[in-house]
């Protein structure tokens, strides 16, 4: 089993910067690429960022691309998510997943998920 725990969540003002951070524990040698996503009230759960096992290949949404970052430490056992230039719309859950294969969009691909940590950006 793998466990995912997030952290790092709160409440930023519109331009203010937030990151989160996600423990892995439990058979983590069975993780290859780590995800985030994110869920707003009233909407589908909707890919982030990804990054592989060695942390040379990332993939982006487009909404986030060139403001948030996505990095591990593998020592650590950690993934991260930078958050820059936070908007409104960045409101919501952000929940880490982990999978065993390569980078992937799409959630129901993920095997392991995290219980989810609040980002609230007031404008």
């Known amino acids: 089993q793998v466990q995912l725990v997030e952290s790092g969540g709160g409440l930023v003002q519109a331009g203010g910067s937030l990151r989160l951070s996600c423990v892995v524990s439990?058979?983590?040698?069975?993780?290859?690429?780590m995800g985030w996503f994110r869920q707003a009230p009233g909407k589908e759960r909707e890919f982030v960022a990804s990054?592989?096992?060695?942390?040379?290949?990332?993939y982006y949404a487009d909404s986030v691309k060139g403001r948030f970052t996505i990095s591990r430490d593998n020592a650590k056992n950690t993934v991260y998510l930078q958050m820059n230039s936070l908007k409104p719309e960045d409101t919501a859950v952000y929940y880490c997943?982990?999978?065993?294969?390569?980078?992937?969009?799409?959630?129901?691909?993920?095997?392991?998920w995290g219980q989810g940590t609040q980002v609230t950006v007031s404008s």
């Open positions: 990054i592989n096992y060695n942390g040379d290949s990332t």
């Open positions: 997943a982990a999978r065993p294969s390569g980078i992937v969009t799409d959630a129901p691909r993920y095997r392991y």
């Open positions: 439990g058979r983590t040698g069975t993780i290859y690429t």
